[in-house]
């Protein structure tokens, strides 16, 4: 039987990505769903195509990781350049999140007037740069050459930060900008929540500047679906489609793992699994103890689709803030991904839409099946009525088709409950897993582990992974 040097388990964002860049190995990628991508895959439903989950590509630009890994990978996409990364809708106030400081400013002052605005997000922007900048952002664990390196991380980034590494989102906003309002809050935290999966209560300020800065960088809209960036990630990487892996089992140096289909042997695997659901995989005890120490992050989302009858120049990305909560949602925000009107795939029979919103990933997986159906449809109902209120262009009828999704769906399709990792918060920063194991030739990645959520983000771990399989 043929060993493999490197079996990915999943082709979300990190195991496609890490796959692409080690192309001149043997290397095989297993994915459960019909489609590659994960929660960023494009599927098909109803004669029509829908992006899953995450529809916005960040990252991509020059000494960025991502944009060193495509690269790399030599990808080939059909990108246009957002120029508006998102339209913020709030109580009849339109704010645009673009590139340009000064336009951004100007608008925030009109609908938050406070004489600390540029103060504050002028440091946002700063503290960003300086992250982005640096040259040996590392984190990973179990072996010496790893401490050392993440050791050398964190030398450079106190040197970087120095004082600004102790102060919390919190205090930095009363600080600087004081006792704002209720809706200046709910800005900013419903940015966050889509960034870094959690509000200002708990994170540090660089973690704030992060999650708030990323519409001052390049935002891509893909043409063809998110899908599309797989499909050009792993052209050339052996690829079992609709294969679930079922077990594995380590033997010496070997890991033998088991699908329905048949055993594949490999040398090396990487799990692009969360590490929430990865001790199933394992008979070993020790590895199955290792990945049961990590507790289960009970934040999911609430997903529709749609297809609307309109040929309309629309924005790629809004986001909706309420002045009440969603029902069965942790939030009072969604966020709205629109197809571009060119798009021949995405737009062949209509506008595509994807609308999500943060829930609890438990909440759904507890009701019956009757219960269910009824709280799905009151959650599903709220979100599309409150999108058309904000949208005069857009009526009912416009609407072709819609459906909605939960945990329950993403875990039926993809394998997990939980979307979108978990937030890095001064409480957990030294509890989170890296890519590598205390297990020779078992490594993780995703956005469950080091550096978290999104393009960005993960583009960030994949770099350090490929550093402890390379050396």
Known sequence: MK???????????????????????????????????????????????????????????????????????????????????????????TIDRVKDFESFLSQIEKVYPNKNNRVFWQKIKELDEKFWKLKNVYYSKYSLSSYKKTLKSVSEIFLTFKFDLLKTAKGFIKATLGNISKEYQNFIDSQLLITLQTTSKDISLLSLA?????????????????????????????????????????????YTLKTRKGEYKAKNVVLNSTVFDSAKLFVDEDIKSYYERFSFNDQSAFVIHMTINKKEDLLHHYQIILDKQIPNSISNSFFVSLSSDDDKKMSENGISITISTHTKARFW????????????????????????ENFDNISKEDIQISFSGTAKTFNRFINRDNCGGKAITLKNLFQIPSCKTPFEGLYNVGDTIFAGQGWPGVALGVHVLKEELNG
Do not use: W
């Open 3 to 93: 060993t493999y040097d490197l079996a990915i388990i999943g082709s979300g964002m990190g195991g496609s990505m890490i796959a692409s860049i080690n192309k001149d190995k043997d290397v095989i990628v297993f994915e459960k769903d019909t489609n590659l991508g994960g929660c960023a895959s494009t599927f098909k439903r109803f004669g029509n195509y829908y992006n899953t989950g995450a529809t916005t590509l960040v990252g991509y630009e020059k000494n960025h990781p991502l944009k060193e890994i495509f690269d790399k990978a030599k990808v080939d996409l059909d990108l246009k350049k957002s120029d508006i990364a998102i339209r913020v809708i709030q109580n009849n106030n």
């Open 365 to 388: 997986s507890n009701l019956n099946k009757d219960e269910y159906k009824r709280q799905k449809f009151i959650t599903e109902d709220f979100i599309i009525n409150s999108f058309l």
């Open 210 to 254: 992060l999650g708030l800065a990323y519409p001052f960088h390049d935002v891509f809209y893909v043409n063809g679906g998110m899908g599309s960036i797989f499909d050009e990630l792993l052209k050339e990487i052996e690829t079992h489609n609709k294969e679930e892996v079922k077990s594995i089992i380590k033997e010496n140096d070997v």
